[in-house]
């Protein structure tokens, strides 16, 4: 009994020194620039940008020089700070594809099945099997990724309100027609 409590903590020593070599001699360094744009995305997962997750939208940013400004849920905000870590300029608002909207579950006929909580990337739904869900408006990004996976179709969503809260000045577009010349 002891020769084999021996005999396993060698061997994982052994196999512990092995890892530890092997993480020292073929570690690979990250894309810098990637990681400090994942940092400023604010990793709801939600594919509104055209990419499964955050990462593949800042590596696209990073390496196929996608625009900034595709990021819903980081508004406006993190367009511009995504835009001045890459020396650009921000002259346009963030792209939505439709106006900002939030999620509702129709109360009457929810069954509680949990596949919309499950499919949520940004925890806004809250309930229990079996029971009533309801969504955290506060919370929810507007990505209808809770839709699809409901048997019973009672998610809907809703358009927000334009409020003196939520309201954004849209950027100043610029007409070619007219030049200013210097004399």
């Given at each position: 009994m002891l020769t084999a409590i021996i005999a396993l903590t060698i061997?994982?020593?052994?196999?512990?020194l092995m890892l530890g070599y092997a993480n020292i001699k073929f570690h690979v360094e990250g894309d810098p620039i990637v990681e400090r744009i994942?940092?400023?995305?604010?990793?709801?997962?939600?594919?509104?940008?055209?990419?499964?997750?955050c990462r593949p939208y800042a590596e696209a940013i990073a390496n196929h020089n996608e625009i900034t400004n595709k990021c819903v849920p980081g508004g406006t905000i993190t367009a511009i700070?995504?835009?001045?870590?890459?020396?650009k300029k921000a002259l346009q608002p963030v792209i939505a594809k439709s106006?900002?909207?939030?999620?509702?579950?129709d109360e009457q006929n929810c069954i509680g099945c949990t596949l919309c909580i499950q499919s949520c990337p940004v925890d806004a739904i809250i309930g229990a099997p079996k029971q009533l869900h309801q969504v955290i408006a506060s919370e929810c990004t507007g990505c209808s990724l809770c839709i699809q996976p409901c048997p019973v179709e009672c998610i809907h969503m809703i358009p927000i309100p334009v409020t003196i809260t939520n309201w954004q000045w849209p950027f100043p577009e610029v007409n070619s027609m007219y030049h200013l010349t210097t004399i």
């Open positions: 061997l994982a020593a052994i196999a512990g994942d940092s400023l995305l604010p990793q709801t997962q939600c594919g509104q940008c055209g990419y499964p997750g700070a995504i835009s001045e870590l890459l020396g106006l900002p909207s939030k999620a509702i579950i």
